[in-house]
């Protein structure tokens, strides 16, 4: 599975941005996707995860209530939509993706995703 982030850029403090993980070279449904955000000068950090269903999603306290993700297994893409952002969401956002046979599960640190896509860069000014 090769995984292609897109949608970051520039956008003031109180913003919003939408994120696209697209996937190809394999049917995506069997895999659970991460969304990481590595920040200048810090480790990269979890963000968002969705389980391969959809019907289980799980948060970062800084994130939750601004951000959601989703996922649409027909187009092979999973959605990161950050609403509310502040300057410290600065950062370079990537998505990743595991696969695994069971319903409602979440993965939250980097050794538990197996494919990485090239990473999105997302600004946020005052």
């Known amino acids: 599975v090769q995984l292609q982030a897109s949608g970051g850029g520039l956008v003031q403090a109180g913003g919003s941005l939408r994120l696209s993980c697209a996937a190809s070279?394999?049917?995506?449904?069997?895999?659970?996707v991460g969304w990481f955000g590595q920040a200048p000068g810090k480790e990269r950090e979890f963000v968002a995860g969705?389980?391969?269903?959809?019907?289980?999603?799980t948060y970062a306290d800084s994130v939750k209530g601004r951000f959601t993700i989703s996922r649409d297994n027909a187009k092979n893409t999973v959605y990161l939509q950050m609403n509310s952002l502040k300057i410290e969401d600065t950062a370079v956002y990537y998505c990743?993706?595991?696969?695994?046979?069971?319903?409602?599960?979440?993965?939250?640190?980097?050794?538990?995703?197996?494919?990485w896509g090239q990473g999105t860069q997302v600004t946020v000014s005052s």
């Open positions: 990743a993706g595991r696969f695994t046979p069971y319903t409602g599960r979440n993965y939250y640190t980097e050794g538990e995703y197996d494919f």
């Open positions: 969705i389980s391969w269903s959809g019907d289980s999603t």
């Open positions: 070279g394999r049917t995506f449904s069997r895999y659970a």
